[in-house]
């Protein structure tokens, strides 16, 4: 069973479109974050929510936090080829007894 | 500032051996946690380690098994290996009080 949802699982679309990804569970997160992997490598941090309903821009990506804390997506405008990777969302979840609970992922490419 | 540092970045075993992997955390970060990573369950919680004591731990065999140094730098070790425990281990240092991982690039473990 996933603790956290991430939809779509696979997202392929050309370079200039915007897209959205979502990430979603039925319980309340202490703060949630937003990574970016690359074929090879770690996951790379990418944002931190904390506050429900707490909008972050980084340049063409827009996180926003649910209201009730159980919820997040990433907007990305204007899609470049760089984007292409694997976004991965994880909840600080001490509840579980472990710090951070991963959602599977949605894999992006963005094509020239 | 170096980031997380892991070694090996590959190896490869036969069944019924035993492998041991190693993390250098960010200079400063006193915590460090472990991740199972394969395209079929995502990214999976192994254990986190605080001052060389274990703070979590998921929900894996008692053959994956840690420990942290007091330098920070930690170990995880598998034993009688399975063809399932091939992966991406991952290992990401965190600083104390924070809800940011910062991850290395991960070792990739095959086993024949």
């Known amino acids: 069973t996933q603790l956290l949802e991430q939809s779509p699982q696979f997202l392929s679309i050309q370079e200039g479109e915007n897209l959205t990804v979502y990430c979603n569970s039925s319980?309340?997160?202490?703060?949630l974050q937003w990574y970016r992997q690359e074929p090879g490598e770690g996951p790379v941090l990418l944002v931190t929510?904390?506050?429900?309903?707490e909008v972050k821009k980084l340049k063409r990506l827009t996180f926003q936090f649910g209201d009730a804390r159980k919820d997040s997506s990433l907007h990305i405008t204007a899609a470049q080829p760089g984007d292409t990777g694997l976004y991965l969302c994880a909840g600080n979840w001490p509840l579980y007894g472990q710090n951070f609970v991963f959602g599977p992922g949605t894999r992006l490419s963005v094509l020239p | 500032k170096a980031g997380v540092t892991q070694t090996p970045r590959y190896l490869i075993k036969t069944r019924g051996q035993q492998v041991t992997l190693s993390c250098s955390p960010i200079?400063?970060?006193?915590?460090v946690s472990w991740y199972q990573q394969t395209p079929g369950q995502g990214l999976q919680f192994l254990f986190e380690y605080f001052s060389e004591t274990q703070r979590n731990k998921g929900n894996f065999p008692g053959r994956f098994s840690g420990r942290q140094f007091s330098n920070s730098r930690s170990e995880m070790n598998v034993s009688t290996l399975e063809l399932g425990d091939s992966a991406l281990y991952l290992c990401a240092s965190s600083s104390q009080g924070a809800v940011e991982l910062f991850f290395g690039e991960g070792s990739r473990l095959t086993v024949l």
């Open positions: 929510v904390v506050t429900g309903g």
């Open positions: 200079s400063g970060h006193r915590s």
């Open positions: 319980s309340v997160f202490s703060s």
